[in-house]
């Protein structure tokens, strides 16, 4: 499975970004889909993580502006970031979890945000 992330850029304090995270290759057997971010200097931190069957969670400091969805007939997932904040600033990365417990990550995009 290979996993391709697009939408990072820097954006003001207080607007929005959708980042997506395509997937391709053996993407039938995807389970749980994530968006995890590393600040510099900081250890990765999963941000957003949606299930197969569309139950989501989220990181407190993101709860009420980050939203997490998927798109299964186009094997990929989205996330709308909005009232961004300085401290939102990391790279993003995708990660899947498919059918054997295995495990893939994307790239990484990164969000800037400028206060």
């Known amino acids: 499975v290979q996993l391709v992330e697009s939408g990072g850029g820097l954006v003001q304090a207080g607007g929005s970004l959708t980042l997506s995270c395509a997937a391709s290759?053996?993407?039938?057997?995807?389970?749980?889909m994530a968006w995890y971010r590393q600040a510099l200097g900081k250890q990765r931190e999963l941000v957003a993580v949606?299930?197969?069957?569309?139950?989501?969670n989220y990181l407190d400091s993101v709860k009420g502006r980050f939203v997490i969805s998927r798109d299964d007939a186009e094997n990929t997932m989205y996330l709308r970031m909005n009232s961004l904040k300085p401290e939102d600033t990391a790279v993003y990365y995708c990660?899947?979890?498919?059918?054997?417990?295995?495990?893939?990550w994307g790239q990484g995009t990164q969000v800037t945000v400028s206060s």
């Open positions: 290759g053996s993407t039938y057997s995807i389970n749980a």
């Open positions: 949606i299930e197969s069957g569309g139950s989501t």
């Open positions: 990660r899947i979890f498919t059918a054997g417990s295995y495990t893939y």
